[in-house]
């Protein structure tokens, strides 16, 4: 990407509009890569599968490998245009259904608004910045790099850093530096404190009790099996990503219950997924946070 981040010269061929695509962004220095079926990057070949050669240098865990195929996902992104056109990309462009780049490797952090409600909040919380349509949503694009996290907040993830975005064209408007709130989003969300660090003043918090789920449609037996697989995916999290699966585990528990005429005791159960989270070592604020978020994504059902 040159010193101004101008990422608007990518322009489609009737030859290969992707490869086109791909080698103006490069060209721009914004590292891309082809996605095939499904939006979804290549799988790694033989000789990679399962990162038997070590990864990508640039991955969260370096490594030795030099293959030639675009493997490893957004860690192939690529600001070479030998290598973009090489043989060993070849097939690829000749499958792929769409364009990736590596905004972390771009310099660049994507907020990735997915429904109507995160824009709109958006556009309520965040400094305006180059802005895409997205099938469902928007991208807000902003200078500065930092690390991704998905599910942040209820139809938001940011895209930086080990992760890649979909190309979908320049998008309009004037990028603005990387913001304070968007890095306050993953702020110590993914990180487990060492052990034996207090994370957390509260005794004990109330656990989920047939009692109070009056109007739930499921057996006790359904909930609270539910509940424990929850609680296992959180408590296992010991060395990272503790309050983003506390997010997920009680999100899936509203959906679960949307249909119910409640009440199902939900605030119950979201006590019992914080105090999971607490337990591995996430600050009870960030989990009552990620929980509230979690369950708060399915806004119709009431607890």
Known sequence: MTQTTDITR????????HLSTA????????????????????GNCPECVKNACGGRPNMK??????????????????TNPDVLTSRAWTFAWVQASAVAYHPGGAGLTVVDL?????????????????TVPTTRGEHWIYLGAMRSANAVRPGVDIKSL??????????????TPLPDAVRALVEKEETTPARGELVSSSPG?????????????????????????GLALVRARTETGAASQAFGVAQFLAKQHAQCPGPCGLDALGHEVIA???SVGVPEPYAARA??????ADAGRAA
């Open 10 to 17: 990518a322009h489609s061929s009737p030859l290969n509009e």
């Open 276 to 278: 999971a989270a607490v």
């Open 291 to 296: 929980v509230t978020n979690g369950l708060g």
């Open 162 to 175: 080990m992760q890649y975005a979909r190309w979908l064209g320049p998008g309009t408007g004037t990028m």
């Open 205 to 229: 918090r109330a656990t989920w009790d047939a009692s109070v789920a009056t109007g739930c449609r499921h057996t006790e037996k359904y909930v609270r099996t539910g509940l424990a697989r």
């Open 23 to 42: 080698l103006s962004l490069a060209e721009s220095g914004v590292p891309a890569l082809p996605l095939r079926a499904g939006k979804v990057p290549f």
């Open 61 to 78: 865990t370096p490594g030795p490998c030099h293959c030639p195929r675009p493997c490893h996902a957004w860690a192939a992104a690529t």
């Open 114 to 130: 997915d429904d109507a409600d995160a824009v709109a909040w958006a556009h309520e919380s965040l400094p305006p910045t180059r």
